[in-house]
């Protein structure tokens, strides 16, 4: 699906991403697991191609429109959806901007993205506050589907909702996915989470992936004393 080949950003002085080098294939679902700081969002910010590199590239294996191919949920529905816009209005709007679709035929649309994230059409008409934290995640997913993309960046997407709803989130992610036959990038700072979803996983400690393996590799033989950290961590809980 995409190289990133020795991709470096730094921020001044600072390092964000330093060297990475990795692939994505076709249909996987590939983790991305770091403490906070270590680069994960300025990686998916890369990818987006929201910011420039310092240095090295992302080869993307697609002759289509990369901005409408790629899309990213955020861990914070709340901050990612306009308070004054309307549920239907912020789903619509990304079809509106790749004009995928005439006017007349967006509503609809919307109420086959909603039913997709399992929203009711009523939902269209609210503002994200008279929603749930799910809900309004939900909505966030449903937004980043509406351009038909192959590929979903999820940065920490159930990071910022109560654990009971962390669940369903992650198995609506997971029944999408199957469903649109999509490709998946999938931070979390949480190695349960990775887990749960993931084929495969990378760990990023100060901007550098420090382990690559498949998930279950990871968590039964750990090579990097920081992932063996992460995942002592986990078990603690
Ligand atoms: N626009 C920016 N300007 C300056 N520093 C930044 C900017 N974006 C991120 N950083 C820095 O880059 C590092 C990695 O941040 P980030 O990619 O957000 O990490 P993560 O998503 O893993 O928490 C942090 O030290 C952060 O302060
Ligand atoms: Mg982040």
Do not use: W
Not at 66 to 77: A, G, H
Not at 121 to 149: D, M, T, W, Y
Not at 173 to 191: C, G, P, R, S, V
Not at 195 to 214: A, P, S, T, Y
Request: charged share 25%; net charge neutral; glycine share 6%.
């Amino acid at each position: 699906m995409l190289e990133v080949r020795n991709l470096t950003k730094s921020f001044g002085t600072a390092v964000a991403v330093d060297n990475l080098s990795f692939s994505i294939r076709q249909g996987e679902s590939l983790g991305l697991v770091g403490e906070s700081g270590s680069g994960k969002t300025t990686l998916a910010r890369l990818i987006l191609k929201l910011i420039e590199p310092t240095s090295g590239s992302i080869v993307y294996n697609s002759v289509g429109d990369i901005r409408r191919e790629c899309q990213i949920v955020f861990q914070d529905p709340q901050s990612s959806l306009n308070p004054r816009i309307k549920i239907g209005e912020a789903i619509g709007e990304p079809i509106l901007i790749h004009k995928l679709l005439p006017k007349e035929n967006i509503t609809a649309r919307v109420a086959e993205l909603l039913g997709l994230v399992k929203l009711s059409k009523e939902h269209s008409s609210r503002f994200p506050h008279e929603l749930s934290g799910g809900e309004r995640q939900r909505v966030g997913i449903a937004r980043a589907l509406a351009s038909n993309p192959k590929f979903l960046i999820l940065d920490e997407p159930v990071s910022s909702l109560d654990v009971s709803i962390q669940v369903d989130i992650l198995k609506l992610l997971k029944e999408i996915k199957l469903q649109l036959n999509l490709t998946y990038l999938f931070i979390a700072h949480d190695l349960s989470v990775i887990g749960f979803m993931c084929d495969r996983v990378m760990v990023m400690k100060d901007g550098k992936i420090v382990e690559e393996n498949n998930t279950a590799e990871i968590f039964s033989a750990p090579r990097d004393p920081y992932t063996r950290q992460l995942i002592d961590s986990t078990l603690k809980i």
